[in-house]
């Protein structure tokens, strides 16, 4: 399934941070015009999820690259789209997923969100999100990474 498909089809959707810091900094990325279209539209019937250290990384991360306002106008549409789901819920799983994969704790978080909402995880390519990782995740976690 392609990921314009998946974003017809799909009520969930879990963006990780490179995706949304690709969108929010304006970098030439082809998932950009698909976030536009189905994600940040008044039209979009997506539920977007995050958990904490998305909010986190995306703030710092564009506070160091185009200042302190710009990352709170940011992290205030985020907030106004995006369902946070608390760190309490997440942990666990996200703990198991990085004892087993040398994976960033952030993308494990997002990994273990998109396994309980049960929807779709999209990443940019990662060095450490090779196919065989991913594809060892999604069997075993029944996740639904997508390399976008």
């Given at each position: 399934?392609?990921?314009?498909?998946?974003l017809i089809d799909t009520p969930n959707l879990v963006l990780d941070t490179s995706v949304l810091l690709g969108y929010f900094m304006n970098?030439?990325?082809?998932?950009?015009?698909?976030?536009?279209?189905?994600?940040?539209?008044?039209?979009?019937?997506?539920?977007?999820?995050?958990?904490?250290?998305?909010?986190?990384?995306?703030?710092?991360?564009?506070?160091?690259?185009?200042?302190?306002?710009?990352?709170?106008?940011?992290?205030?549409?985020?907030?106004?789209?995006?369902n946070i789901i608390s760190d309490t819920w997440l942990f666990k799983k996200a703990a198991n997923i990085k004892c087993r994969y040398p994976?960033?704790?952030?993308?494990?978080?997002?990994?273990?969100?998109?396994?309980?909402?049960?929807?779709?995880?999209?990443?940019?390519?990662?060095?450490?999100?090779?196919?065989?990782?991913?594809?060892?995740?999604?069997?075993?976690?029944?996740?639904?990474?997508?390399?976008?």
């Amino acid at each position: 399934m392609n990921i314009k498909e998946i974003l017809i089809d799909t009520p969930n959707l879990v963006l990780d941070t490179s995706v949304l810091l690709g969108y929010f900094m304006n970098e030439a990325k082809d998932i950009n015009s698909l976030l536009e279209e189905y994600i940040f539209t008044q039209e979009s019937k997506i539920i977007l999820y995050g958990h904490n250290l998305i909010k986190t990384e995306l703030f710092y991360v564009i506070c160091r690259e185009k200042g302190v306002t710009e990352a709170e106008m940011v992290l205030k549409k985020i907030e106004g789209i995006m369902n946070i789901i608390s760190d309490t819920w997440l942990f666990k799983k996200a703990a198991n997923i990085k004892c087993r994969y040398p994976l960033a704790i952030s993308d494990c978080f997002s990994i273990s969100l998109s396994i309980l909402q049960e929807c779709p995880l999209f990443f940019l390519p990662e060095v450490e999100l090779s196919k065989t990782i991913v594809d060892k995740i999604n069997r075993e976690y029944n996740a639904k990474i997508q390399i976008v």
